[in-house]
């Protein structure tokens, strides 16, 4: 079936550079996303790659696929205390309308 | 803000009751899905129209419904509720449903049922 799987917690220190990973195991996945949500917001769309990519970057993110082994990651460049957030890996292939939602990652920042 | 509404923003109810929010997309946005963010379940999908029509269906139980109306905003109607129901309720909405159409989610419509 489809499963989307994420760690549930990241600390890093403010200046670091984040990195959230997410496996999946729907191999007919076209577009994988990262969402953010922030506390009492709802998601907002941060970046989305399709599958027949390995790599995406919008200014501090950079999204690395691994096809094979149906691994996401999201790496933000010069965490800030902005980016504090639950961060959510989702997938979503071509012929279905939903999308699947990993547990969500909750990245804290510290001084 | 995406452009998507939701109402009310908190709903506090009984076991047993029923309840409706309600979810008015971005202007122009045909499609509308539903999604329940809880505790215990993470983040499903529970139900999407497209232009007035039901056109996919999640994890929905058969105690929920939904419906799109001519105008394009959508309700979905929660009944016989469970503590178990307490959750966000998000809408989103896209342009299309076919190919790549970015879901763009409103702020959420948090039930407590007690």
């Known amino acids: 079936g489809e499963d989307v799987e994420q760690s549930l917690f990241l600390s890093v220190r403010e200046g670091d550079s984040s990195v959230i990973n997410c496996t999946y195991t729907?191999?007919?996945?076209?577009?994988l996303y990262w969402y953010k949500q922030e506390p009492g917001a709802g998601l907002q769309l941060l970046t989305y790659i399709f599958s027949n990519m390995d790599m995406k970057q919008d200014q501090r993110l950079t999204v690395l696929l691994n096809k094979k082994d149906k691994h996401l990651s999201l790496r933000i460049a010069d965490t800030q205390t902005g980016d504090s957030a639950i961060y959510f890996c989702?997938?979503?292939?071509?012929?279905?309308?939903?999308?699947?939602f990993g547990s969500g990652t909750r990245l804290s920042i510290r001084p | 803000d995406s452009g998507v509404t939701q109402t009310p923003k908190h709903l506090i109810t009984a076991t047993g009751q029923r309840v409706t929010l309600r979810c008015s997309p971005r202007?122009?946005?045909?499609?509308v899905y539903w999604y329940q963010q809880s505790l215990d379940q993470g983040l499903q999908f529970l139900i999407q129209?497209?232009?007035?029509?039901?056109?996919a269906k999640g994890n929905i139980l058969e105690r929920f419904s939904a419906q799109q109306f001519p105008d394009l905003h959508s309700e979905l109607n929660l009944s016989s509720l469970e503590l178990g129901d307490s959750a966000l309720y998000f809408c989103a909405s896209s342009v299309a449903e076919g190919g790549y159409n970015e879901q763009f989610f409103g702020p959420g419509t948090r039930l407590t049922v007690l």
């Open positions: 129209y497209y232009n007035g029509e039901e056109r």
């Open positions: 202007s122009g946005d045909l499609s």
């Open positions: 729907d191999s007919s996945s076209t577009y």
């Open positions: 989702a997938e979503r292939n071509s012929s279905a309308s939903k999308i699947i």
